[in-house]
């Protein structure tokens, strides 16, 4: 941005806060809110997921070689 030149020039399609209507606000704010608990929900689901893949190597008999292998590589 040039010195001098407004937020609002270069962006006219922005409106600040200042001048939206509390219910604008309101609703704004209520749909950031269903879009974070969308995203909070996500990536729960991710965690689970990679948790239950985790769990699933351990028990297979390939995945105990490995990991025996890799703690006579590393020596832990």
Do not use: H, T, V, W
């Not at 996500?42 to 190597?57: F, G, H, V």
């Amino acid at each position: 941005m040039k010195p001098g030149e407004s937020m609002r020039k270069k962006y006219p399609n922005l409106i600040p806060n200042s001048e939206r209507s509390p219910e604008k606000l309101r609703k704004i704010g209520r749909k950031g809110g269903i879009k974070s608990g969308e995203a909070r929900r996500k990536k729960r689901d991710q965690e689970k997921m990679a948790k239950m893949l985790l769990q699933m190597l351990r028990e297979s008999p390939e995945a105990k070689e490995n990991i025996e292998e890799l703690k006579r590589i590393f020596g832990k």
